[in-house]
Each structure stands twice: as structure tokens, then as C-alpha cells.
């Protein structure tokens, strides 16, 4: 137990998405594939940040559920009637399109939206492939 890295919690998320985003601000375009040397340099960035037990394949294992999470919401907001407040991270809207598909967003009687969705925008909608994450 002693070798287990501490929990991934939201602080860290927030920082490995602002990482990324501002990594592809700086040297990405549209349709270019995101290199492994900017994947290194994330990774490292974040290591520093929260430390070294997190290794190459904890951080792309976070990267790719991170990207399921955005198309999900993503999918999530397509439906008509659909509508998320930014402000208060809330979804409402269509009753039946949030029962069947915003059950893991139900929370205390109310539907939760992602919080750090525009940032996943940045990086997931941004037309870059990944191909070593």
C-alpha cells in the first residue's frame, strides 16, 4: 500500500486539462497530431505539480477517460432541449433525455453538468489527434 499514489482528485484534474490546453495553444493547429515530446513535457509538467508517483500510464489512462467524459456530455448537449447553466454547472431540460442518459451526473436531486467541460472543448474539440495517449 505504501507505493500507491494519493487519490487523483479534482485540483489535479483541473491541472493536467490546463496543462494540456495550454500546450496546444502554443504549438498546435487544427488537424496536427499532438507529439510525444508535448506529451512528455505534460506529463512532466504535472509531475512536478503533484508529484512523481504518477506514472506515464496512470496519466494516460486519466487522458483517455477524461476524453470519454467529454464526448459523453458532449453527447449529452447534442440532444434538443437539452440545456446546461455554466454559471451553477447544472443540466436541465428534456426530463427524459437526463433520466436515461445523465444517470451518473444525478447528484442531490439535481443534474450536474462537467465542470471543467470548456477546457476538455480545448483540447478534445480542437480537431488534434492524439496518437500516443
Keep these: 500500500m505504501a507505493n500507491m ?8 484534474e483541473f491541472h493536467f486539462l490546463k496543462i494540456m490546453a495550454e500546450e496546444i495553444e502554443k504549438h ?7 507529439r510525444e515530446e ?3 513535457y505534460v506529463f512532466r509538467k504535472f509531475r512536478v505539480a503533484f508529484g512523481p508517483v504518477y ?10 477517460h477524461l476524453r470519454k467524459r ?19 454547472n447544472l443540466l436541465y431540460g428534456n426530463q427524459k ?26 483540447i478534445f474539440g480542437s480537431g488534434i489527434k492524439y496518437l500516443y495517449i
Aim: charged share 25%.
Design 70 to 88: 467529454y464526448q459523453d456530455f458532449s453527447d449529452i448537449l447534442s440532444h434538443e432541449g437539452v440545456h446546461w447553466n455554466k454559471e451553477h
Design 28 to 34: 498546435y493547429v487544427p488537424g496536427s497530431t499532438f
Design 55 to 64: 506514472s506515464d500510464r496512470f496519466l494516460k489512462s486519466r487522458f483517455k
Design 97 to 122: 433525455v437526463l433520466t436515461e442518459k445523465c444517470k451518473s451526473h444525478y447528484k442531490n436531486g439535481r443534474y450536474n453538468g462537467e465542470p471543467h467541460f470548456e477546457l476538455m472543448s480545448q
Design 38 to 40: 508535448s506529451q512528455n
Design 5 to 12: 499514489p494519493p487519490p487523483y482528485v479534482e485540483p489535479g
